[in-house]
C-alpha cells in the first residue's frame, strides 16, 4: 500500500507561484509512475505533469513551459513547481501513484486546493 500526503496548496495572484508537494509512504519503491492531476469546479481530471520511476517526465500543453515536475528520492516526494499561474489554474490538485505490472495499484493523496486570483 502507499499513501500520499500532498501540501502547498494556497491562494495567489495571477501571476504568482507555488509549489506542491506529494510526500509518499508505503511500498514506494514499487511506484512507476507519478501524476498530478487537478480538477476545477464543474470540469472533469485532468492531467497536468507525470514523472516515472526513471525520471521522465510529461506535461499537459497548458503545463508546459509553466510547471515543473520533479522527485527528491531521499525524501519520497514530488514536486509540483508552479509558475506565472493563471486564474483557469485554479483547482484542486491531486497527486497520484501507480504500478502498471503485478501487482498493480493505483492510489490517490486528499487533494489540495489552488486558488489563483485576476
Known amino acids: 500500500q502507499v499513501q500520499l500526503v500532498e501540501s502547498g496548496g494556497g491562494s495567489v495572484q495571477d501571476g504568482g507561484s507555488l509549489r506542491l508537494s506529494c510526500a509518499a509512504s508505503?511500498?514506494?519503491?514499487?511506484?512507476?509512475?507519478t501524476t498530478w492531476y487537478r480538477q476545477a469546479p464543474g470540469k472533469q481530471r485532468e492531467l497536468v505533469a507525470s514523472?516515472?520511476?526513471?525520471?521522465?517526465?510529461n506535461y499537459a500543453d497548458s503545463s508546459k513551459g509553466r510547471f515543473t515536475i520533479s522527485r527528491d528520492s531521499a525524501k519520497n516526494t514530488v514536486y509540483l513547481q508552479m509558475n506565472s499561474l493563471k486564474p483557469e489554474d485554479t483547482a484542486v490538485y491531486y497527486c497520484n501513484t501507480k504500478r502498471t505490472k503485478y501487482p498493480a495499484f493505483d492510489y490517490w493523496g486528499q487533494g489540495t486546493q489552488v486558488t489563483v486570483s485576476s
Open positions: 508505503g511500498i514506494i519503491f514499487m511506484i512507476d509512475i
Open positions: 514523472i516515472t520511476s526513471r525520471g521522465s517526465t
